[in-house]
């Protein structure tokens, strides 16, 4: 079986593997960025790009073609990312306040 798709090739066809290196994102984006109220939203989001790739590469893994998945997995993720940034702009989503301030200050 000759391999040509990106995301079969970045994780080496294993599931566990994609698993994995999402986690690990996710606590090394959430520690770098743990002042910042929006550490733990930036690491799962990186987290779900790792699963996605991974499932993706699974499915091809299982002979669904990348013409078939990659569309569908693009369209979930441009639909979240449209959320999240209609979300942050109408105001829904605001900042945690960072711990040991008041609000008054």
């Known amino acids: 079986m000759q391999v040509t798709d990106p995301a079969v090739q970045l994780f080496g066809m294993s599931a566990v593997i994609a698993t994995s290196a999402g986690y690990s994102a996710q606590t090394r984006i ?12 930036l690491g799962r989001l990186a ?11 699974g499915l091809t893994v299982l002979g669904i073609p990348t013409a078939i998945t990659v569309p569908i ?3 979930v993720f441009t639909v979240v990312i449209v959320m999240l940034a209609a979300a942050f702009a109408g105001g829904m ?4 306040p960072r711990p040991g301030l008041s609000a008054g200050t």
């Open 30 to 41: 959430a520690g770098a960025w743990r002042r910042s109220p929006y550490a733990p939203l």
């Open 47 to 57: 987290a779900a790009i790792f699963w996605g790739c991974g499932s993706v590469a």
């Open 73 to 75: 997995a693009l369209t």
């Open 93 to 96: 989503i605001r900042p945690a």
